[in-house]
C-alpha cells in the first residue's frame, strides 16, 4: 500500500508539471522588458514569447502580435519550441504509460512485476521530459542574460526574466521529483510465490533435506 500512495504521489506531482510545462509554453512572458540603468521608460512594457509577442500601454491596452515567419525567428525561439514540446509530447505518453502501471489502478492486476516495470518506464520517461524542460527553459534564460550584460546591447533593448521561465523551472521541478516517484517502487516478491514442494534430485527421486 506504501508504494501504491507513493506512485499516485509521485504520478500526481509530475501531471501538475505536465499542465505547468503546457502553461509555460503558452505564456508570452518569457522575457520582459528592463526598467534597470537609465532605461526609464514606462509607458510602454515589452513581453516576448515562444509564440509573439505583446506591449502594453500605461493606459491598460495590450497589444499582440503573433510571429509571421518560421525562418525569420531566432535559433533560441525555435530550439526552445521545440525543447518543449518534446518535453510535452513525451509527458503525455508518461501520463498515459502510468495510468497503465500503477498499482492504484486495476490494468494488468495479475501481472504486478509487469505492472511495476510499466511505472517505472512511465518515470523514466517522466525525468527526461523534466530535464527537457529545464534545458530549454534554461538555456532561453542563459541567452536573456548573456544579452543583458553584453555592454554593446542598447539600454532600451534589454530584457529580463519573464514569469514563463519561473513556471518552466517549477514544473520540470515537479516532473522529475514525481518520476523519480515513480520509478521508486520497490517490488517485493511475494513469499506465497515459492514453491512448497521438495526439489528433485538428479536421480528424479525427492530430496529429502528438507524440513
Known amino acids: 500500500m506504501a508504494n501504491a500512495s507513493l506512485q499516485l ?9 505536465f499542465i505547468g510545462a503546457i502553461v509555460a509554453t503558452i505564456m ?14 514606462t509607458a510602454q512594457a515589452m513581453h516576448e514569447g515562444l509564440w509573439k509577442s505583446c506591449a502594453s500601454q500605461s493606459t491598460g491596452q495590450i497589444q499582440c502580435k503573433v510571429y509571421d515567419s518560421l525562418l525569420q525567428l531566432p535559433g533560441i525561439v525555435l530550439g526552445t519550441r521545440g525543447l518543449m514540446l518534446a518535453a510535452i509530447i513525451f ?14 489502478t486495476t490494468c494488468m492486476a495479475e501481472q504486478p512485476e509487469l505492472k511495476d516495470k510499466v511505472a517505472l518506464a512511465a518515470g523514466v520517461v ?32 534589454r530584457y529580463e526574466f519573464g514569469s514563463a521561465l519561473f513556471v518552466g523551472w517549477g514544473s520540470a521541478c515537479l516532473i522529475m521529483i514525481g518520476g523519480s516517484f515513480l520509478c521508486c517502487n520497490c517490488s517485493g516478491k511475494s513469499s506465497g510465490s515459492a514453491p512448497r514442494y521438495p526439489k528433485a534430485s538428479s536421480t528424479g527421486q525427492p530430496s529429502r533435506d528438507f524440513v
Open 91 to 104: 509527458s503525455l505518453i508518461s501520463v498515459l504509460v502510468a495510468a497503465v502501471g500503477m498499482r492504484c
Open 9 to 17: 504521489l509521485g504520478f500526481t506531482l509530475a501531471f501538475l508539471g
Open 126 to 157: 517522466f525525468i527526461f521530459s523534466g530535464l527537457l524542460v529545464l534545458v530549454g527553459t534554461s538555456w532561453y534564460g542563459h541567452r536573456i542574460a548573456q544579452e543583458f550584460y553584453n555592454p554593446f546591447t542598447p539600454t532600451n533593448s
Open 28 to 41: 508570452v512572458e518569457w522575457k520582459a522588458s528592463s526598467y534597470s540603468g537609465d532605461n526609464i521608460i
